[in-house]
Structures are given as structure tokens and as C-alpha cells.
């Protein structure tokens, strides 16, 4: 049994974890007081600014670079 140690790595699964959370919040601008709010996944689309249920996803780095090519 030589695979005990790797199969129990408690701090393998806590980098998953902020991984994990980081690539599934999404930057929305409000369509109101065009501030940025930042919302994972399952949260309700709100400004938490202003209160307006209308948002747009902001344009990220990647959409510009596949853009230009
Ligand atoms: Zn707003």
C-alpha cells in the first residue's frame, strides 16, 4: 500500500477548492449606475450598488485578444 499518503492530501483539496471559486465568478456592469458587480454562480443578477436587476457581462481580456486576432 503505497498510495496512502497521496490519496489523503488535505492540501490538495483545499487549492481545488479556491480554484474553483475564483473561475466561476463573472464581472457584470450594471445597466443603471454602470458599476461593476461581481457574482458566482446561483447568486441572483443584482446591483449591489443601486439595486437594478439589469446587468451586462463585461468584456474580459480574452474576448479582446480572440478579437484582434
Ligand atoms: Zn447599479
Known sequence: MSAQGYSGNPAVQVTNQLVDN?????EYLCGDCDSVVA????EPIRCRNCGHRVLY?????????????
Open 22 to 26: 475564483n473561475s466561476r465568478s463573472v
Open 39 to 42: 457574482l458566482k454562480r446561483g
Open 57 to 69: 457581462k463585461q468584456r474580459t481580456n480574452r474576448m479582446v485578444q480572440f478579437e484582434a486576432r
